[in-house]
C-alpha cells in the first residue's frame, strides 16, 4: 500500500501538469497539497498533523496485533498504510500530503486515503456482520 501510494504521488508529480484533467467517467485528476488531515482539518498546522496521525496509528497497529481474522487484519492494515504513507508526505514533503483524484462533489484524494476508507469500511461491515474483529472484544 505504502509503495504503491508513494509511487502514484511521485509519478503525478512528475508528469501531470497544473489544472484539471479528466481520467474517466467522474474520475479526474487535478495536484493538490493538503497540510491538514481528512477534508482539510488541521490545515496549516503541519506539527500537530503529525502528532495527530502518529498517536491514531500507534492505536490502529496495536488494534492490527489483536484482530482476530483476516478480514479485520485487511482493514487495519488497509488504514493503517494509508496512514503511514500520508505521514510520510507530511515528513518529507513541503506542502503537506499530494492529493490528485477527483471526484465532482468531493475533496480531492489519494490511494492512501482510498485504503483508510475502504478498511474503515471493512470494519463497518464485519461490526455490522456482528463478526469478531478483535480479541478479547465481542462484536
Known amino acids: 500500500m505504502i509503495a504503491a501510494d508513494q509511487a502514484t504521488k511521485a509519478y503525478v508529480l512528475a508528469t501531470v501538469s497544473p489544472g484539471q484533467h479528466h481520467l474517466f467517467g467522474p474520475l479526474g485528476v487535478r495536484v493538490g497539497h493538503n497540510s491538514g488531515v481528512g477534508f482539510s482539518l488541521l ?9 495527530v496521525t502518529s498517536v491514531l496509528s500507534a492505536i490502529v497497529a496495536f488494534l492490527a496485533l489483536l484482530a482476530r481474522n483476516r478480514g479485520a487484519g485487511l482493514a487495519l492494515g488497509l488504514v493503517l498504510g494509508g496512514a503511514l504513507s500520508n505521514d510520510a508526505d507530511r515528513l518529507v514533503r513541503s506542502g503537506g500530503v499530494v492529493d490528485f483524484l477527483t471526484l465532482p462533489h468531493w475533496a480531492t484524494f489519494n490511494l492512501a486515503d482510498t485504503a483508510i476508507t475502504l478498511g474503515a469500511a471493512i470494519l463497518v461491515v464485519l461490526v455490522a456482520l456482528r463478526r469478531p474483529v478483535l480479541r478479547g472484544w465481542a462484536p
Do not use: D, F
Open 43 to 51: 490545515s496549516g498546522q503541519s506539527l500537530a498533523a503529525i502528532v
